[in-house]
């Protein structure tokens, strides 16, 4: 079994403390470890390739929240539209009208995240702060005109950079942080709490310092990936 039970309790301890959501990060693992943390209790799983997690959603319970947590193509949306629990990296409107319509033909409301880009590197997907403000006012315009009315934003998401610098990371959260409270001051969203989705494995600790409400930990339960 390569599912780290005692780290998971701790994590969990720390995440509850904190008020957050734990999301396991089960990708490329097999059914059987998400079953077994699943029997632990664990209700909250978070995948990254579109066919891996239709193909294991098939074969689990039907009380697990599947969080899509990767970059998703507005083409395949239609695969995970009739179970996805909440999709964290909404990066661009076209995948948001995406979602809408195939929600919609599923009878859902299906829950989003803005996906913020606040790390340095090139691979990160996501808008800018600026981008978000005028997103979400786009956003309510449409639903004023009764458009995207199967999509619910419920906050915002970001990966840090992948580093061992502190204090940068320490910035990134902190921006994300005050991105969220503006928002919340705003009154953007009409979910209350907003959701802040930021922290993984190697920083999960200093975000919910700065806020998270929502990490996402893979390796630190499941063992490194091959």
């Known amino acids: ?30 059914v059987s470890d998400i079953q077994t943390l699943y029997d632990l209790g664990q209700r909250d799983f978070g995948e990254n390739y579109v066919q ?5 959603q098939a074969l689990l319970p039907g009380d697990i929240h599947w969080h899509f947590i990767g970059h ?19 990066d661009s409107f076209k995948l948001l009208e995406e979602i809408d319509k195939q929600a919609a033909r599923n009878n859902r409301v299906i829950d989003c995240l803005l996906q913020v880009h606040v790390a ?15 997103l979400l ?16 934003i419920c906050g915002l998401m970001a990966m ?20 969220s ?16 989705s930021m922290g993984m494995s190697g920083d999960y600790e200093l975000a919910l310092e700065y806020g998270s409400t929502m990490v ?6 499941f063992g490194a990936r091959s």
């Open 72 to 90: 998703l193509q507005s083409n395949k949306v239609k695969y995970i539209a009739p179970f996805v629990h909440l999709i964290h990296g909404v």
């Open 216 to 221: 996402r930990v893979g390796s630190l339960l």
């Open 137 to 152: 006012d786009t956003i309510d315009k449409y639903k004023q005109l009764n458009k995207l009315q199967h999509v619910n």
């Open 120 to 134: 340095q590197e090139a691979t990160k997907f996501g808008f800018d702060s600026e981008e978000v403000v005028l």
């Open 160 to 179: 840090a950079s992948f580093t061992d610098d502190l204090e940068k990371l320490k910035q990134e959260f902190a921006t994300m942080k005050a991105l």
């Open 1 to 30: 079994m390569s599912v780290n039970e005692s780290n998971y309790k701790a994590i969990l301890e720390k995440t509850n403390a904190a008020g957050a959501t734990l999301v396991a990060v089960s990708k490329l693992k097999p």
């Open 52 to 56: 891996e997690l239709v193909e294991k």
């Open 181 to 196: 409270e503006k928002n919340a001051e705003r009154g953007t969203l009409n979910v209350k709490p907003e959701m802040l």
